[in-house]
């Protein structure tokens, strides 16, 4: 091992790009300030038990690129918050009645167990109903759909959700559900499972800042995606591709 | 809100499918075991301060869908562990210390600081030459190849990284970077920036079971990508673009 690290950058221009960075942050801060408070927008994210990890975390990576954002992962309560698969925790800093204000509020979908629990869960429904009096943008990913209708937020209008939900969202909410990637309608944007999160958020930025740092925020987070196969939609798939989707997410599952 | 909840499925076939696939996953611990201790591989994903959050998280959402997988975050010590932006921390469930052995290891990346500090630290080093003398595969995502490379694990090999430090990993190591999504060397596997972890694990699971599970897990997280701009790749990137990329990931990392 010859390598020297402490004298050079692992990202090329890093240092002459930090130094400019710095620069059109306070020029930004003091001149754009379109989110309140003189800085960047306040994005949280509602972590509750059973969540699916990429949900929010996908949204997360994107959103924190944009200038000056602030992204929060609030909860219930402070603290660990665990996924559906049982194995893995994210850390809520705020608990919801920490939280006034939102300019961006994001809430996740989750496993069956998650979804149900966050619908019957009244003081998360009061929260996300307070919030989006006052958000600049309401979104959801994946069955955060599901959430956001029970919240009474998607009344009468058009989203998307997990495609395996969809017949749900659509006989229990009077909604109407669109197989689309992500769905505008208003100030709310939904999103279709799980990694569908990633091209809302994209989108998201395009309209909270402008394409161009939607571009510059996909090429930093190297978004070109070649899966190995082209299986991720199901309008395409087979029953049994259906089947097998759903028995491996059952099966992984607490 | 008349939505009745509580007998209800919000993921349609979920109750058939969970019962199927208990009795699946209960057939296949019992014949394939391929991967030690009767149950399906252990997954561990190493964090370190200032990581990328999508790195770890992506992989963690498609290996977590793989029949009996466990997937455990590690780090230096148990708690959590914050990314390169500070705003978000995920629980480290193990220290090094606790984890002999693992099937799947992955190295996430991280931005400068976080990549410079796994470099220079001997122990994770170590703990990572430890575990890649048993694992069936060892991965990384993003700058979590040079990670790779400074604990010598690269040497003579061909690999991909960041696209932003695809020269530092050639310059400073002896390693030929390629700028594909992944790229396979025997049993050792790097992915290109942050999203490529997610087409990585996809070509992962192909491997670990086979393309019909992974088809399956592509569907199960509705991966059929459709960002709103194509900006993701650095070879069609103008230099303003690449500038304004690294500017913002600057900007956003403390």
Known sequence: MNHSTTRRNVLRGTAATAALAAAAARIEAAYAAPHGGGTGPNIGI???????LLDPTGPAEVLSRLPDATVTMIAEKRGAVRTDTGDVAVVAERSIAEVDRLDV????????????????NEALLRWI????????WTT????????LAAAGLLDGREATTYW????????TF???YLPQRYVRSGKIITAAGVSAGVDMALYLVSLIADDDTAKAIQLAVEYDPHPPFDSGNAS????????RAL???AASQI
Request: proline share 3%.
């Open 105 to 120: 509020l994001l809430v996740p979908g989750a496993g069956n167990r998650g979804t149900i629990g966050a619908m019957n």
């Open 129 to 136: 109903r307070r919030m989006h009096r006052h958000t600049q």
């Open 140 to 147: 959801s990913v994946c069955t955060g759909s599901i959430v």
């Open 46 to 52: 509602l972590l509750y038990d059973g969540y699916s």
């Open 174 to 176: 009077n909604v109407t």
């Open 236 to 243: 395409d798939a087979s029953p049994e591709l259906k089947q």
């Open 164 to 171: 395996a939900s969809a017949d749900y969202l659509q006989s």
């Open 247 to 249: 028995q491996l997410l």
